[in-house]
């Protein structure tokens, strides 16, 4: 008497979610809503430190941007399509000074969190430099 086989049903594997939308429901993202419209009030860059692991964001308006802005959730988008961008980009970049890139009147700096403060003296205001500890206290 032959042995009897069982059939074990197929199952499609669920498609690997892609790394954009990955980045899109991390809950680190939280407060970037509420500096991108800090940034879009201010004359001053708005810097979300921490935004990765090891990753900052420089927030500025654009010289000569003029209003309507986009909607807060398409520069949310616009910003973390810049970061994942600026993720795929070679690690030599990050380090030495960032990657930047615009959308709706705004500007983002990627970087990384190592050149954080060679990168607010090159952005702040000309002059003498302020410590980077106050501007961090500001931007929150």
């Known amino acids: ?24 429901s991390f809950d680190n ?11 879009r009030t201010q004359d001053r ?6 935004v990765l692991p090891g990753l900052d964001v420089l927030i ?10 986009p909607e807060e959730r398409v520069l949310r988008s616009a910003c973390i399509e ?3 961008n600026a993720l795929e980009q070679p690690i030599a970049g990050l380090q030495a000074g960032g990657h930047w890139y615009e959308a709706g ?8 969190a190592q050149v954080r403060e060679r990168i607010m003296v090159e952005f702040s205001a000309s002059g003498q430099p302020r410590p980077v500890r106050d501007m961090f206290r500001q931007s929150r």
């Open 60 to 69: 500025c308006k654009i010289r000569g941007a003029q209003p309507p802005y």
């Open 1 to 24: 008497m032959p042995a009897s086989r069982k059939r074990v049903p197929f199952r499609v594997a669920a498609p690997a979610r892609s790394f954009l939308t990955a980045l899109q």
């Open 82 to 84: 810049s970061i994942a």
């Open 45 to 50: 860059p708005v810097l979300y430190a921490g």
């Open 105 to 112: 009147g705004l500007g983002f700096l990627i970087f990384s």
């Open 29 to 39: 993202f939280a407060q970037l809503g509420a500096k991108i419209a800090r940034a």
